[in-house]
């Protein structure tokens, strides 16, 4: 049996990834609507800043905030770390095996530039850790300065983040390049600020020190822009297997405004948990960009990642006729309801994700998706419905070995 452990182990990653991210994500969105839901009362100790009742699984919770600390610190302290910081472990082990391993496929186009592998690696690193760097010093300077200023500076640095990963990797990779960019910042914004922060108000606390406010703002700050950049991440995060969203020469300007988009979400709800008026105008710009972005969406027909037109035709040739008009037919007549470029399955007006199917290098171009699909599994076509043979299911396995041993021999 030919067992797939490489796809196996990918799988669960990425399982461990979504549920450290939900365990983050979920308790980052609770802290928000805790904070924004905190009111004063008479019966608060002194330092209190204000309380919060809630009632959740058969009981009530009555939550206090200190604004820096109490009066002397509590022998039980749960700190919230590890949740970011597993989402990011996994995320960076998921774009290593998906992304890094498989550079040639995801993160290089050879169109646009000829990176080998490494460099490839090499730019996606470097681009994350001058994120970081950028990001962070930017913070610094505008710390304390007004919010609406230090957004524009930090939008306009992203979209030429994006814009600069566009322009040296694959459409696709830069597409995550941007998500794993900013998920980063999110994440060391935890470990390199919030938390060394909070432990210097500990141990001030222990030394019997009154602790100064400024780890608390800086805090704050940090905290917010994790607040507001958490939708977009997740959208770059599901939109990879988008190509529609991916895979268009403008998909970095779509970055940008989901940034925007993601913002004006979170203000809607910040503002509804704060038990203010619900600012239900962010509705018409929300409207304006996401339509923005279908229009950019549609500029150009989605194109994969594609193999050096060199490789291309060095594969093709090392294909009998016969095994070409064999597999060609064969996906004629069990594909092609679907994967060209205007299928005839009813209420399909696209070839689905971005496949189409109707020459012998489109096949080249997909084949280890088609392989994943038809042979190591039994996904395409959906519910076998064009009736697929296993004697057929075999060709697209061969069309696989055969390229995987070309592109070997070529190293
Ligand atoms: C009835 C329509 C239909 C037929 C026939 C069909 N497909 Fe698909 N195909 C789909 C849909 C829908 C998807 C998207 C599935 C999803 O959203 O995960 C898809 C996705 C794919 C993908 C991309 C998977 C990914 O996640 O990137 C490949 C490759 C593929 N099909 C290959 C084939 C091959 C090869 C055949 C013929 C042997 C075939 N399909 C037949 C509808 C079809």
Same mark, same amino acid.
């Given at each position: ?297 549609? /500029?150009? =027909? %989605? @194109? ?12 093709? &040739?090392? *294909? #009998? ?18 994967? /060209?470029? =205007? %299928? @005839? ?12 199917? &109707?020459? *012998? #290098? ?50």
């Amino acid at each position: 049996m030919d067992f797939d452990y490489l796809e196996w182990i990918e799988f669960m990653v990425r399982w461990f990834h979504v549920i450290a991210g939900i365990a983050w994500i979920g308790s980052s969105f609770y802290f928000i609507a805790l904070d924004l839901s905190l009111r004063k009362s008479s019966s608060l100790p002194k330092e209190a800043h204000g309380e919060a009742w809630q009632v959740h699984g058969g009981g009530f919770y009555n939550l206090v905030k200190y604004l820096v600390a109490p009066n002397h610190l509590p022998d039980h302290l749960t700190w919230f770390k590890w949740e970011a910081y597993a989402t990011w472990i996994t995320g960076a082990a998921l774009f290593i095996l998906v992304y890094y391993l498989g550079a040639e496929l995801y993160l290089i186009d050879y169109e646009k530039i000829e990176l080998s592998k490494t460099a490839a690696v090499l730019i996606s690193i470097a681009g994350v850790i001058f994120g970081w760097v950028i990001y962070d010093l930017i913070c610094r300077l505008l710390v304390g300065k007004s919010n609406l200023v230090l957004s524009i500076v930090l939008l306009i640095f992203f979209a030429f983040l994006s814009w600069a990963s566009y322009s040296l990797l694959s459409s696709r990779g830069a597409f995550m390049q941007m998500g794993v960019t900013l998920g980063t910042i999110m994440v060391a914004n935890v470990l390199m600020v919030i938390i060394p922060g909070q432990k210097k108000v500990v141990a001030q606390l222990i030394a019997k020190k009154t602790p100064s406010p400024k780890y608390g703002i800086r805090a704050k700050q940090r905290s917010l822009h994790n607040n507001y950049l958490t939708l977009p991440v997740i959208f770059i995060m599901i939109g990879n297997h988008y190509p529609t969203a991916y895979a268009t020469s403008y998909s970095w300007v779509i970055i940008v405004l989901t940034i925007i988009i993601g913002g004006l979400v979170r203000h809607f709800f910040n503002e509804r948990h704060a038990g203010n008026k619900s600012p239900y105008w962010v509705a018409i710009p929300i409207v304006i960009l996401s339509w923005g972005s279908l229009m950019l969406s549609e /500029v150009d =027909e %989605p @194109s994969l990642d594609q193999l050096s037109p060199e490789k291309l035709s060095l594969i093709e &040739s090392s *294909f #009998s006729k016969e095994f070409k008009d064999n597999i060609m037919e064969v996906t004629a007549y069990k594909c092609s309801t679907c994967h /060209v470029m =205007e %299928p @005839s399955w009813e209420g399909m007006k696209k070839p689905p994700k971005g496949v189409y199917l &109707s020459e *012998f #290098s489109h096949l080249i171009n997909n084949y280890e998706t088609i392989y994943k699909q038809v042979a190591a599994s039994r996904a395409m076509p959906p519910g076998n419905i064009t009736f697929l043979e296993d004697e057929e299911r075999l060709l697209y396995a061969n069309l696989f070995h055969k390229i995987e041993k070309i592109l070997r021999e070529e190293k």
